[in-house]
């Protein structure tokens, strides 16, 4: 064998060990950790954008295409409530409003990372909020078919 066939025989094998990896690993995913660790990023960046001490938006015109939605205390505050309520979903240990809130931060983070996108979308920002989305999106994805499993009778 070549060292061209072994290298593409590899690569083979490592693509294909990808997707198989990121199944069993939503499969066996708590979302628990990852919605702590959004609620936490939500009310703090809620309470940074949405304070009345300092101005954010005007800091970067990456906040630019926000701005023209709603001013900066609407953003903090929306953002906020939704972290305390996510909080709230958890603490309640209720998966349907575990699921209900996931919708909410998964439309609401997938709309901040469309405006970034929209006002610069070359800056980490976009990244940063790009991959709260996909977080967002896993959560709600695992909460449903652990909703859907329920219903079925079967328990995760």
């Given amino acids: ?27 066996h995913l708590r979302p628990r950790i990852l919605e702590l660790g959004g609620a936490a990023w939500a009310i703090v960046w809620g309470f940074w954008v949405g304070n009345p001490w300092w101005d954010v938006f005007p ?9 023209l939605v709603a001013p900066e205390w609407v953003w ?12 709230l979903a958890l603490y309640n240990a209720s998966l ?3 699921f209900r809130i996931s919708g909410v931060v998964f439309f609401l983070w ?13 800056s980490t920002a976009t990244v940063t909020y790009g991959m709260m989305w996909v977080i967002a999106t896993i959560v709600a994805a695992k909460l449903w078919w652990r909703r859907k499993m329920d219903d079925e009778g079967e328990s995760l």
């Fill in 76 to 87: 903090g505050t929306t953002v906020f409530v939704m972290g305390a309520g996510q909080l």
């Fill in 59 to 67: 800091s970067s015109p990456t906040f630019r295409a926000m701005g």
């Fill in 1 to 27: 064998m070549s060292r061209l066939n072994r290298w593409l025989f590899s690569a083979g094998l490592f693509l294909r060990w990808v997707p198989k990896t990121y199944w069993e690993s939503f499969y």
């Fill in 110 to 122: 997938g709309s901040v990372t469309i405006l970034f996108l929209r006002g610069n979308a070359f």
């Fill in 96 to 98: 349907t409003w575990r």
